[in-house]
């Protein structure tokens, strides 16, 4: 039997056969198939794309030429007490917290002692004073945490372990007068000592001689024979340390030498008064 063949309306368009999704076989078991349609170009892009939310703007890296690397520089100082200024107006630091060992002498006075102890525990440093004169020392250390306990006064030879470590440094000054016994806590690993000598006398030169670092206040003529002897300093420096101002100190080692005055500010003169030599 024939079909007549379906007629068009003149300006109809005729819609593409479609494929069914799905063609019935023998060993159908009933059950409609879920076709997945493909995702679209688009979506798939912003699933797969790296990084998160959309996109900034677009702009052009920074970069330099190879010559003009050398005018990017980063100035970086020393890390330590700042104990004054040199004779140039620079920041003098003395590196307290070292991961070695370190042994300071000073030849000075009780304030120039304090101003150290002072800075160095503002610093994060945890101070030990093991002194003769514990009146001269609690008022600074009730006073130098701000209610925390940063800094211990200790009696003469009853100075127990600290524990030093990176994250917790230790600097201990021994006040123990002109003649300081031999110490039972030593310099450690981040943990360095402070031996502070009222004046040069016939003991001095043992502390010295084991010292890598001494800062000299004001001595007398007699005194600059025995530091030029055991440090080497140069004459036209030992014409200097009799007539320095109380809080002017050399800092020296075997090789270098600076000139260090101490500016106190306004809370260390609350505490600690007015710069002086002899007490």
Same mark, same amino acid.
């Given at each position: ?221 007699? &005194? ?11 004459? &036209? ?43």
């Amino acid at each position: 039997m024939s079909y007549p063949t379906p007629t068009m309306n003149p300006g109809q368009r005729q819609e593409p056969t479609r494929t069914p999704a799905h063609v019935a076989s023998p060993t159908d078991t009933g059950l409609i198939p879920i076709i997945q349609q493909p995702e679209a170009r688009q979506q798939q892009r912003r699933i797969f794309s790296p990084g998160f939310g959309l996109r900034g703007p677009r702009r052009n890296r920074h970069v330099v030429t190879a010559e003009e690397i050398a005018a990017i520089s980063m100035p970086i100082g020393d890390d330590g007490v700042i104990i004054g200024i040199d004779t140039e107006s620079q920041p003098a630091v003395l590196g307290l917290a070292r991961p070695t060992p370190f042994d300071v002498v000073l030849v000075g006075g009780l304030w120039m002692a304090q101003v150290l102890a002072l800075r160095a525990a503002a610093t994060g440093a945890r101070v030990g004073v093991e002194t003769g004169r514990p009146q001269a020392w609690q008022q600074l250390a009730q006073a130098a945490g701000g209610g925390q306990p940063c800094m211990t006064v200790y009696p003469v030879g009853r100075v127990p372990a600290q524990g030093p470590s990176v994250s917790s440094p230790v600097v201990l000054i021994r006040d123990c007068g002109v003649r300081p016994p031999r110490g039972r806590v030593t310099s450690l690993p981040w943990q360095a000592v402070v031996t502070v000598l009222p004046f040069v006398s016939e003991h001095a030169p043992r502390w010295l001689a084991q010292a890598q670092l001494v800062g000299i206040q004001q001595i007398s003529p007699q &005194e600059t024979e025995v530091v030029r002897e055991i440090l080497g300093i140069p004459a &036209e420096h030992l014409q200097m340390l009799p007539t320095l101002s109380d809080n002017v100190a050399l800092w020296c080692t075997r090789k270098h030498r600076k000139y260090v005055m101490t500016d106190p500010t306004d809370a260390e003169t609350g505490l600690l008064g007015m710069a002086r030599r002899v007490d």
